[in-house]
């Protein structure tokens, strides 16, 4: 295991700003995270599916009401169609293990209709918010549960590209949404992952007000340092800030995701 100080020099790409005092083994294990994409064949451990749902459980949850499901996918035909329907990640292909996330308002839903109990608080944006929190936090614990282990993970958002054929596929009843897939699996030691660097941490962290005053000259420094990011990995790009702004161009950025808030709509959310 390398040094906290090392792992800090990978995430940022400079040396670390402060002094790491207080490190722990589950620090390190969140630190050391890389997105891995090639994978050996080999299934997760039996009974490991379950322990990473266990953690997922143990999130916190949004007043309790534990609003998410998952849906574990290792049938290889049907991880092909949601792989084609994720704009053919070909990850999805080969992790032998693919885990669909849900924001689920479908079983309190059930669970009103049951005890004839008036549920319109459901139609509210505010509780599709609180759903795709607590899948989002589920979810998290899960990949940190499975990095742990040994395991690499990959989220999948291109699950909303068509979230009512991601819908179909998974059989899921109105109110529930695939909000990420996330594939795992043993990575391929042939092909290793290096941590991708963050930005500086004085960017994203304020004290007691907004403060942008060192922004500029942060992502300039952040640039350089992504540039030699992606020139040692041979992958294309200068910069983070060519790699980022044509994300958020505009519409024809967003991979049909322009029209969820139409699509939630037609998977039965209020969103009111
Ligand atoms: C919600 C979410 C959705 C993502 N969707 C995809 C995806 O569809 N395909 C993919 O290859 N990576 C996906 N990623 C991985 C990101 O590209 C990755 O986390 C980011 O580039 C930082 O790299 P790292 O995870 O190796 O640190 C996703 C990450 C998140 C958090």
């Not at 994409?37 to 379950?50: M, N």
Request: with cysteine; charged share 20%; net charge neutral.
């Amino acid at each position: 295991m390398p040094s906290i100080a090392d792992v800090l020099q990978a995430r940022y790409g400079t040396a670390p700003e402060f002094v790491p005092e207080a490190a722990t083994d589950t620090i390190a294990v969140q630190l050391l995270h890389r997105s891995v994409r090639s994978f050996k064949p080999d299934a997760v451990k039996p009974g490991l599916l379950e322990l990473l749902v266990a953690a997922a459980q143990s999130a916190p949850t949004s007043s309790h009401l534990q609003a998410w499901s998952v849906v574990a996918v290792q049938d290889p035909a049907r991880k092909a169609r949601l792989a084609k329907l994720a704009g053919n990640q070909k990850h999805i292909l080969e992790a032998p293990l693919l885990l669909m996330w849900l924001a689920d308002l479908s079983r309190l839903r059930r669970t009103g209709q049951d005890r004839k109990a008036v549920t319109d608080g459901l139609d509210f944006l505010e509780m599709f918010l609180v759903a795709v929190m607590d899948a989002t936090l589920a979810a998290q614990n899960a990949a940190t549960a499975a990095e742990s282990n040994g395991l690499g993970i990959c989220y999948i958002g291109g699950m909303r590209n068509h979230p009512e054929q991601v819908a179909a596929e998974l059989k899921l009843p109105p109110e529930t949404f695939a909000v990420f897939g996330m594939v795992i699996g043993h990575p391929d030691p042939a092909k290793p992952t290096q941590i991708k660097p963050r930005l500086n941490l004085k960017t994203v962290l304020s004290h007691e007000t907004y403060d942008t005053s060192r922004e500029k000259e942060s992502i300039a420094q952040f640039d350089s340092v992504m540039g030699q990011f992606y020139h040692a990995q041979s992958m294309n790009g200068d910069s983070w800030t060519e790699h980022a702004l044509p994300r958020i161009h505009g519409p024809e950025s967003l991979s049909n995701r322009e029209r969820l808030n139409e699509a939630l709509r037609i998977l039965g959310f209020g969103l009111k």
